[in-house]
C-alpha cells in the first residue's frame, strides 16, 4: 500500500483536474483508491478521470477505466468497499471493462454505465437488467438478451449470434447493426432510436413507423416501406430493392443514397433533409423544390434543375449533364463539383457558398464578386479573377492560367496553391490566410509581412524572408535557397523543414513552435531552450542538445550524432534516435 497522502492534497489534486462546473468527483472514493492503488496507478487513474460527466444533479460520480474495472470486478473486497461509499451506484459508477478476458458478469448490474464491447467470452448478460447505459459491441457468444429489457441505452451491434429480440422493446436507445441473424423485429416498434444497419435477413418493417430514428442502411432484402411514413429520421441508404418511396413525404430527415431502383420521388417534397446520391434512375426532381438540404450529387440522368431556387443547401456534384444552372442563384449553398458541361455561372452570384471545383469549362466569373466563399480549384480555364476581390473565402487552387491577382488583397482566406504563372503576389499583403504552396516562380515575398497564415512550401526561388517576422504561423518548409532567418523570432509557429541551407537559428529561440527537421547544416541549437514544440528530426549534425531541456515536446528521432541526452529529463514529450 502506498504513503498516505493528506486529504487535503488529494482534495486540491482531484479539483484542479475538474474542468467544468457541473462535474462532481467523490473524494472519499478517490482516499480510498490512493491507499489501495500504488503512487503511480494512482497517478493514472487521476489522469483517466481529468473529465467525468453526471447527467444527475447533485449526484457524484465516478468511471474508472480498463485497468480499475477489472480490479472492480475481480477482487469483492475493492468493490464492496467502493459501493459502500456509494448513495446510488447505478447512477454514479461507470465501468470500462472492453477487450478483457472476462467471462462472469454477474457481479455488475448495479453499475449506470458498462461497457464490455468485444468480450468475446461473455455468454451469460442475465444479470444485467438493470444497468442504464449497456455496450455489449461485438461479444459475438451472446445469444440470450431477454434480461436487457429495462436498458436505456444498449449496444448489441455485431452480435452475431443473437436471433430473438423480442424483449427489447423498452429499450429507449438500441444498436443491433451487423446483428446478422436477427429476422423478426415486430418487437421494436417503440424504441426511440434503432439501428439495425447491416441486418441482411430482416425482410419485414412494418412493426417500426413509431421508431423515432430508424438505421435500415444496408438491409438490402427490405422492400416494403410504406409504414415508415411516421419515423423522424430515417436512413435507408444502399437498401437497393426498395421502388416506392412515395409513403415517406412526412419523414423530415430520409437518407435513400444508392437506392438505384427508385425512379419516382414526387411525394418527397415536403422532406426536410433528402439524401438521393447515386440513384441513378432519377430523372425527374421537379417536385423537390420544398426541400432544405437536398442531395443529389452523382446522378448523371438529371438534366433539369429549374424548379430547385427555393432549396437552401443543394449538392449537384456529379450531376454531369447539367448545363443550365440560372435558376439557382437563390439557393443559399450550391454544390456544382465536377458539373463539367456548366458554361455560364452569371446567375449565381446571389449564392452564399459555391463549389465550382473541376467545372473545367467555366472562363467567366466576373457576375460572383458577391458569393462569400467560392471554390474555382482546377477550374483551369479561367485567366481573369479581377471582380472576385470582395469574396471572403476563395480557392483558386490549380488555376494554372490565372497570373494577375493584383485585385485580391481584400480577399481574407485565399488558395492560390500550383498557380505557378503567378511571379506578382505585392498586393496581398492585407489577406488573413495565404496559400501560395509551389508557386514556384514567386520571388518576392517582402509585402506579405501582414499575413497572419502563410503557407510558402515549395516556393523554391525565395531567398529574402527577412519582411515576414510578423507573421503568426509561416510555412516555408523546402523552400531551399533561404539562408537567412534571423528576422523570425517573432513567428508563432514556424515551418522550416527541408530548407537544407540554413545554418544559423540563433534567433529562432522565441518561437513558440518549431520545425527544422531535415535541416541538415545546423549543428547548434543552444538558443532553442525556449521553444514550446521543436521538431529536429533527420538533423545529423547536431550533437549538443544539453540547452534543450525546458522545451515541452522535442523531437530528435534520426539524430544519429546524439550520444547524450541526459539533461532532456523534463522535455514532457521526447522523441529519440532508435540507438538510445
Known amino acids: 500500500m502506498s504513503e498516505w497522502v493528506p486529504p487535503e492534497r488529494v482534495r486540491e489534486e482531484i479539483e484542479s483536474s475538474v474542468k467544468c462546473d457541473i462535474c462532481f468527483l467523490n473524494a472519499d472514493i478517490y482516499r480510498l483508491l490512493e491507499g489501495y492503488l500504488a503512487r503511480e496507478e494512482f497517478q493514472a487513474f487521476l489522469q483517466v478521470n481529468k473529465h467525468v460527466h453526471t447527467e444527475y444533479i447533485g449526484y457524484r460520480h465516478v468511471s474508472l477505466n480498463n485497468k480499475h474495472s477489472l480490479l472492480y470486478c475481480e477482487n469483492e473486497s475493492f468493490r464492496e468497499r467502493i459501493l459502500s461509499l456509494m448513495v446510488d451506484p447505478r447512477r454514479q459508477l461507470s465501468l470500462n471493462l472492453s477487450d478483457s478476458n472476462i467471462t462472469d458478469v454477474s457481479a455488475l448490474g448495479g453499475v449506470h454505465t458498462l461497457k464490455l ?12 437488467g438493470g444497468v442504464h447505459t449497456l455496450n455489449l459491441d461485438g461479444c459475438r457468444n451472446i445469444t440470450d438478451v431477454s434480461a436487457l429489457g429495462g436498458v436505456h441505452t444498449l449496444n448489441l451491434s455485431g452480435c452475431r449470434n443473437i436471433t430473438d429480440v423480442s424483449a427489447l422493446g423498452g429499450v429507449h436507445t438500441l444498436n443491433l447493426s451487423r446483428s446478422h ?10 424504441v426511440h432510436t434503432l439501428m439495425l444497419s447491416g441486418c441482411s435477413v430482416i425482410t419485414d418493417v412494418s412493426a417500426l413507423g413509431g421508431v423515432n430514428t430508424l438505421d435500415l442502411s444496408f438491409c438490402r432484402n427490405i422492400t416494403d416501406v410504406s409504414a415508415l411514413c411516421g419515423v423522424h429520421t430515417l436512413d435507408l441508404s444502399y437498401c437497393s430493392d426498395i421502388t416506392d418511396v412515395s409513403a415517406l413525404g412526412g419523414v423530415t430527415t430520409l437518407d435513400l443514397s444508392y437506392c438505384s431502383d427508385i425512379t419516382n420521388v414526387s411525394a418527397l417534397g415536403g422532406v426536410h433533409t433528402l439524401n438521393l446520391s447515386h440513384c441513378f434512375n432519377i430523372t425527374d426532381v421537379s417536385a423537390l423544390g420544398g426541400v432544405t438540404t437536398l442531395t443529389l450529387s452523382g446522378n448523371p440522368n438529371i438534366t433539369d434543375v429549374s424548379t430547385l431556387c427555393g432549396v437552401h443547401t443543394l449538392n449537384l456534384s456529379g450531376c454531369s449533364n447539367i448545363t443550365d444552372v440560372s435558376a439557382l442563384g437563390g439557393v443559399h449553398t450550391l454544390n456544382l463539383y465536377y458539373c463539367r458541361n456548366i458554361t455560364d455561372v452569371s446567375a449565381l452570384g446571389g449564392v452564399n457558398t459555391l463549389n465550382l471545383s473541376h467545372c473545367s469549362n467555366i ?24 471582380a472576385l476581390g470582395e469574396v471572403h473565402t476563395l480557392n483558386l487552387y490549380y488555376c494554372s492560367n490565372i497570373t494577375d491577382v493584383s485585385a485580391l488583397g481584400g480577399v481574407n482566406t485565399l488558395n492560390l496553391s500550383f498557380c ?34 502563410l503557407n510558402l512550401s515549395d516556393c523554391s526561388n525565395i531567398t529574402n524572408v527577412s519582411a515576414l517576422g510578423g507573421v503568426h504561423n509561416l510555412n516555408l518548409s523546402h523552400c531551399s535557397n533561404i539562408t537567412d ?74 539524430c544519429s550524432n546524439i550520444t547524450d541526452v541526459s539533461a532532456l529529463g523534463g522535455v514532457h514529450t521526447l522523441t529519440l534516435p532508435k540507438d538510445l
Open 181 to 190: 441473424s436477427i429476422t423478426d423485429v415486430s418487437a421494436l416498434g417503440r
Open 420 to 453: 505557378s504563372d503567378i511571379t506578382d503576389v505585392s498586393a496581398l499583403g492585407g489577406v488573413h490566410t495565404l496559400n501560395l504552396y509551389y508557386c514556384s516562380n514567386i520571388t518576392d515575398v517582402s509585402a506579405l509581412g501582414g499575413v497572419n497564415t
Open 485 to 558: 532567418v534571423s528576422a523570425l523570432g517573432g513567428v508563432h509557429t514556424l515551418n522550416l523543414s527541408h530548407c537544407s541551407n540554413i545554418t544559423d537559428v540563433s534567433a529562432l529561440g522565441g518561437v513558440h513552435t518549431l520545425n527544422l527537421s531535415s535541416c541538415f547544416n545546423i549543428t547548434d541549437v543552444s538558443a532553442l531552450g525556449g521553444v514550446h514544440t521543436l521538431n529536429l528530426s533527420h538533423c545529423f549534425n547536431i550533437t549538443d542538445v544539453s540547452a534543450l531541456g525546458g522545451v515541452h515536446t522535442l523531437n530528435l528521432s534520426h
Open 117 to 128: 464491447s468485444r468480450c468475446f467470452n461473455i455468454t451469460d448478460v442475465s444479470a444485467l
Open 363 to 386: 472562363t467567366d466569373v466576373s457576375a460572383l464578386g458577391g458569393v462569400n466563399t467560392l471554390n474555382l480549384s482546377f477550374c483551369s480555364d479561367i485567366t481573369d479573377v479581377s
